[in-house]
């Protein structure tokens, strides 16, 4: 099927501008071999190129210009099909947005295109070419440093206490995963993650469970969660547990079971943030409110986790307004490379500034990740880059250090 692939990037330092004609000649060779049209821009700095073709060469063919050492920053802003070419002069011609005049620069390339009938803006592929041209989304542009610009050094205060120090009958255990502000080497929260005795996954812990099993297994793990972390001297750290929204429905007084326990282990309400996962839907969604109701007036945060998975992610958001969101992995994740999640992830970030609401995200492996969702306005962070969960205990966080240049 045809299809269209539109990415923008950024010239390396180190390569002359002059290098690019060859590069272009080149690279024609091979998209004309491959029956692969379109054209590519460039502002002095940065690279728009659009690829058209049959849908797994345009694919090869974008692999290979994602690993080109002569760019970086590569991100993809469009992956769409249509029914004719838009650009489809063989030869993948290099204009140079600098050798024309502003004004009709974009008419200019508008000229080029072949497809029948006349290129217009009610195309979102030529929408990108104008927003490009007319720089309007430069701000949006992060240039990110090359992940190899900083040291990921583990600190050497990793913990754990045995299962059995806590509960001699414990019928499950949690790991525990920092939340933290890399850059002012905070650790801002400290996740519990349920897990079987032996460590298995929330997953296998639920499985054998079946109908209310499961909310009343899920309120009364907390108290372990709560016992392992006071044994593990959490003190005034916060802490921060996963419920279903139903278990706090359905299982009566489960807010006092949740306070008791805390008390219990010489911990506050303050210090406790509750995250309600989407992935199932509030059915009984005035009950859960009278819940939250209650959690709020005894001191307790909430959390939406895992915000932009499932369904109801913005309705919720319109209904309930929690003390903090976090963005799940799956939006997370390579978003440096990805226009639509980085378009996704700063809409979050707005509607969250706007209501006051704290961010963080979740899952980050890459230091690329990282980067980019700090410039983009993320100050904390959770996954394997920094610490991976560790059972019944505190892992160590690797903070990251600007590597000095030698
Ligand atoms: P979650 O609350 O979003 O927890 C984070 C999950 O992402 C954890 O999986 C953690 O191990 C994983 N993770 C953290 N960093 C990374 C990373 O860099 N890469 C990847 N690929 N994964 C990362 P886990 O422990 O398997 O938990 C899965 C989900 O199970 C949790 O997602 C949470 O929704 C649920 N869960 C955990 N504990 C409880 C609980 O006590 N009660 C209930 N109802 N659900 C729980
Ligand atoms: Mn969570």
Not at 124 to 135: M, P
Not at 186 to 214: H, W
Not at 263 to 278: R, Y
Request: include cysteine; proline fraction near 4%; charge should be negative.
């Amino acid at each position: 099927m045809l299809t269209t692939i539109i990415y923008r990037s950024h010239l390396c330092d180190d390569v002359p501008v002059k290098a690019l004609e060859s590069m272009v000649a080149a690279a024609n060779l091979k998209n004309g071999r491959a029956d692969v049209t379109g054209i590519l821009l460039f502002n002095g700095t940065h690279f728009f190129q659009l690829l058209e073709g049959p849908e797994e060469n345009v694919k090869a063919i974008y692999q290979a210009i994602c690993h080109d050492k002569r760019h970086y920053n590569v991100v993809e802003l469009l992956c769409d099909y249509g029914p004719s070419r838009r650009f489809g002069k063989v030869g993948m011609e290099l204009f140079d947005l600098r050798e024309h005049d502003k004004d009709d620069v974009l008419q200019t390339i508008l000229d080029k295109g072949t497809s029948r009938y006349q290129l217009t803006y009610h195309d979102r592929a030529l929408q990108f070419f104008r927003t490009f041209v007319e720089a309007t989304e430069k701000e949006n542009y992060f240039e990110i440093p090359s992940a190899d610009s900083w040291d990921f050094i583990p600190t050497d205060d990793a913990r754990t206490v045995s299962l059995a120090s806590v509960s001699s009958d414990a019928y499950c255990g949690f790991a525990f995963q920092p939340i933290i502000d890399p850059l002012t080497q905070e650790i801002v929260s400290l996740e519990a993650l349920l897990r079987t005795r032996s460590g298995g996954s929330p997953q296998n812990y639920f499985e054998c469970l079946s109908g209310d099993e499961i909310y009343l297994a899920d309120l009364d793990s907390k108290k372990i969660a709560f016992a392992l972390a006071a044994s593990l001297g959490l003190r005034d750290q916060v802490l921060s547990v996963n419920l279903l929204p139903m278990t706090l429905v359905k299982v009566p007084d489960a807010v006092t079971v949740l306070l008791n326990a805390i008390a219990e282990n010489g911990l506050v309400p303050e210090q406790i943030i509750v995250e309600f996962t989407e992935r199932e839907a509030i059915s009984e969604f005035e009950a859960f409110s009278q819940t939250v109701r209650t959690l709020k007036g005894s001191g307790i945060s909430v959390a939406i986790d895992h915000f932009g998975a499932g369904f109801a992610g913005l309705q919720l958001l319109a209904q309930f307004q929690p003390d903090r969101i976090k963005i799940n992995r799956d939006l997370v994740r390579d978003v440096h490379k990805s226009g639509p999640r980085q378009a996704i992830i700063q809409a979050i970030i707005k509607c969250c500034t706007s209501l006051e609401i704290a961010i963080s995200a979740v899952g980050v492996e890459q230091p690329e990740e990282w980067m980019w969702l700090e410039s983009a306005g993320i100050s904390q962070f959770q996954g394997h880059l920094f610490a991976e969960p560790c059972f019944c205990g505190i892992p160590a966080v690797a903070w990251p250090e600007k590597k000095t240049a030698l």
